[in-house]
């Protein structure tokens, strides 16, 4: 499943979405007189040329005399950004996807997400008993074959429940056991290619030995959720864990005499690692230590957000136990962080306003780094020739504009604003 496979689960999910949005009746769009936003380099005055099939076929510094398209969208000074991708979301708007799998149910939440600027995300499991995850498994992977609109759902990333008891976060400890290959595939299986992500801790008996098989078929070992010793991890970010979920949180801490997995992360030179920029999770100066550590090209922004990120103030659900959300912050009764309500748009906003990074690296840290960390690049994830056409217009407040997935407008302010 790693190689053909794969790309035949991404070609039938942008197949899927050509046809939920009539992209066969598509019309060629120009957008220029703005700035464009590239993993490289930000071009000014640039210009993004998208052709009939939802996907960029051209990108320049002004646009050139004689080039046309069906469509014309005038940035007015404003900037183009890649659709940013959220490979750690539990839910939103009130959608818990650990009970709700219908299209219909989950498509105001794909709205709402447009709407913030995110165009792509993966699913996220919280540790369940077996028979409830491989219902849900098996649940939401029909569920994909149905047509959407609004962000598209790219997969799974099963968030256990081969996780630490001592570090479970909000994770309900009857659900938490070591792995067992028979079980792991059983789960793959029913997840019917979706699987892209699963977080174990690697001191759990056959930890390694998971980690070895899901690099076979092609789903990314992640970190998480561990009390690994600063040896252990190191070990395990030299074989098979090439991802880190939630850095910082969840994990065994950094102290002089014991670094700890972070102390491991800090120090590694291969793996990507999540960051919940909320300022809640993670303080600005030890994102800043992060930074310094292993760079911006390998930290991927997530939200964590639960099934209360868009809503009011109240308790929520979350992996069978309930949560309290007030002033932004979700968490147990005994004050235990508990996902989070942020959206992703929001956490770049704070690197650029608070952290001190340009637009450009932190929307990098949204869209490529996590596309690249989910082997995605080759869809999503960038504003590029040959790549989907998933762009947000952002104004110089960095608030969204206009959101396009697949070359088409899937969310527009101003028509927002003339139905409220």
Known sequence: MAGSLRRQIDLYLNNLFHRSIGLKENMSVIIHHGSIVTPNKTIKDGYVFVNDAGIISQIGERLPVGVQASQTIDLQGNTLIPGLLDIHLHGGCGVNFEKDYQPEVIAPLNNHLAAQATTAYLRTFCAAAKPELEALLLAHAESLKVESSGARCFGFHLEGPFLSQQKRGAFNPEWLHAPELSEVREYIALGQGYIRQVTLAPELDNAFETAAYLNQVGV????????????LAIEAFNGNFRHVTHVFNAMSSFNHRNPGAVGAVLLSKMVTAELIADFVHVHPQAIQLLINSIGLQRIVLITDAMAAAGMQDGVYDLAGQSVHVCNHTARLEDGTLAGSVATLLECVQNMVCKVGVSLREAVNMASINPARAMHLAHITGSIEVNKSADLVILDQDL??????????????????????
């Open 399 to 420: 608030s969204p504009v206009q959101t396009m997935v697949k070359g088409k407008v899937v969310y527009s302010r101003e028509s927002n604003a003339l139905n409220s």
């Open 220 to 231: 990314v070992a992640a970190f998480g959720h561990t009390n690994a010793s600063f040896e």
